[in-house]
């Protein structure tokens, strides 16, 4: 049984504003998350008033406080970049080999209401305009690597578009992949 890396200290980086529900296909248990500062972007709606601040993180401008609330919560901030920086190029270049390589499997996920199961890279590919459709697209290739969303969860795109989270493949979560865990629509 795979499990993602879920530490239960996140460093609160800056103030932020709570909202975005966790993303549908997360495969990890709810908590809130925090919305990006940008207020053209921001679909906010109040989170529970008994989270505690160690559960949520913040989004700030600055790529080395990102690189520092990864190191502290997920792991290894290098192997975050290098994927996070891989599925920007692969989605904008439209290139659906390279971004299925990043996923996960099997992988669900949702569209026009119903679940959506992808087995592995070659059905990734076959209904890829399906799974990154252009909203999806739109919120990874924008994103600026400096105002990533990070907690336990994950590293987390736009409104929740797009999860890269840490996937133990051993029991003492030594042997970790970074993978691409959801894509979906925002909220």
């Known amino acids: 049984m795979k499990?993602?890396?879920?530490?239960?200290?996140?460093?609160?980086l800056a103030a932020c504003t709570p909202s975005?529900?966790?993303?549908?296909?997360?495969?990890?248990?709810?908590a809130p998350t925090a919305?990006?500062?940008?207020?053209?972007?921001?679909?906010?709606?109040?989170?529970?008033?008994?989270v505690p601040a160690t559960q949520v993180a913040a989004v700030v401008d600055d790529p080395a406080a990102v690189n520092q609330s990864i190191d502290e919560v997920l792991g290894d901030h290098v192997r975050y970049e290098t994927v996070i920086?891989?599925?920007?190029?692969?989605?904008?270049?439209?290139?659906?080999a390279a971004v299925a390589a990043?996923?996960?499997y099997p992988f669900t996920t949702v569209r026009d209401g119903e679940?959506?199961?992808?087995?592995d890279a070659e059905a990734?590919?076959?209904?890829?305009?399906?799974?990154?459709?252009?909203g999806i697209a739109d919120a990874i290739t924008k994103q600026k690597y400096s105002q990533l969303m990070v907690n336990y969860k994950g590293v987390m795109f736009g409104n929740?578009?797009?999860?890269?989270?840490?996937?133990?493949?051993?029991?003492?979560c030594k042997d970790v992949d970074v993978r691409v865990v959801a894509l979906q629509p925002g909220t």
């Open 3 to 12: 499990k993602l890396i879920a530490t239960p200290m996140v460093l609160w």
């Open 20 to 30: 975005t529900p966790e993303p549908e296909t997360t495969p990890v248990a709810a």
């Open 35 to 50: 919305a990006s500062a940008d207020a053209s972007t921001d679909a906010s709606s109040p989170a529970p008033a008994t």
């Open 85 to 96: 920086r891989r599925l920007q190029q692969s989605v904008a270049a439209r290139d659906a």
């Open 102 to 104: 990043l996923v996960d």
């Open 115 to 119: 679940p959506l199961r992808v087995a």
């Open 124 to 134: 990734f590919v076959r209904d890829y305009d399906r799974i990154v459709t252009p």
């Open 160 to 172: 929740g578009e797009a999860w890269v989270n840490g996937i133990c493949r051993d029991n003492a």
